[in-house]
């Protein structure tokens, strides 16, 4: 769950995280799957399947989505580069149960940074839309703020090694103040992830943070139990 630490119009809503079943049958991180995909240039296959599943499933549930505030997924850098995924995803995009509106995408700082204006181009398309760009991971690339007035997405998610520590570590709090302001300048939305505590939550309003992500708001659940009535 992504929350929202102001109230508004904007609700919670919801990052789509996957999880691999290992042979004992139970759910672990896909670290190390996602790395070899990366290495063997199978990302682009793996974002097909992550966006066709999703939005199978949002067409099952259509009914039931009504009071969600949205959902994001995760895109490859691989993706961005490639125009016959841009095609596929906006032919999924005006075929969903889901407003465009309440549709975002996510991509990390190093993989925009690396891509090319082209990948901008797929970016600005699927922004036409309506869906909104996240930036994940802002802070920790290099040259952070020179490539960020460049960017064209709507939200920034503050990488978590400066939200983990930003009670204890000056910098941090520095940090996150700064990421914010600047992005809020930019006309840009805030999200802090790895928000573990009711104080941090505070130490966030007090910086005007917009959205905030962690085990202090909700822990990953699998997709289901988000519905209206499921238990």
Not at 199 to 215: H, K, M, P, T
Request: aromatic share 10%; proline share 4%.
């Amino acid at each position: 769950m992504i929350t929202p630490l102001f109230g508004g119009e904007e609700g919670d809503h919801y990052e789509i995280l996957l999880r691999i079943m290992n042979e004992d049958g139970d759910l672990e991180s896909p670290e190390d799957f996602i790395r070899a995909a990366e290495q063997y240039d199978r990302m682009r296959s793996i974002d097909r399947w992550v966006v066709n599943a999703f939005f199978s499933w949002a067409g099952e549930n259509r009914s039931r989505l009504e009071d969600i505030g949205g959902f994001t997924l995760n895109l490859s850098g691989q993706s961005l580069l490639d125009e016959t995924f841009g095609w596929f995803l906006k032919e999924k995009i005006g075929q969903s149960p889901i407003p465009p509106q309440l549709i975002g995408f996510e991509v990390t700082e190093t993989a925009l940074i690396r891509s090319t204006s082209r990948a901008h181009g797929f970016i600005q398309n699927v922004r036409d839309m309506g869906c909104k760009f996240y930036l994940d991971d802002f802070g920790s690339g290099y040259a952070s703020y020179s490539h960020l007035k460049s960017m064209p997405v709507d939200l920034i998610k503050i990488d978590g090694i400066f939200v983990t520590d930003i009670l204890e570590d000056k910098s941090s709090h520095t940090m996150v103040k700064s990421i914010t302001e600047i992005a809020h300048y930019m006309n840009k939305k805030v999200i802090a992830e790895y928000v573990e505590s009711e104080a941090i939550l505070n130490a966030l309003r007090e910086l005007d943070v917009d959205f905030a992500q962690g085990f202090a708001v909700g822990h990953p659940i699998p997709l289901d139990h988000i519905l209206p009535g499921a238990f």
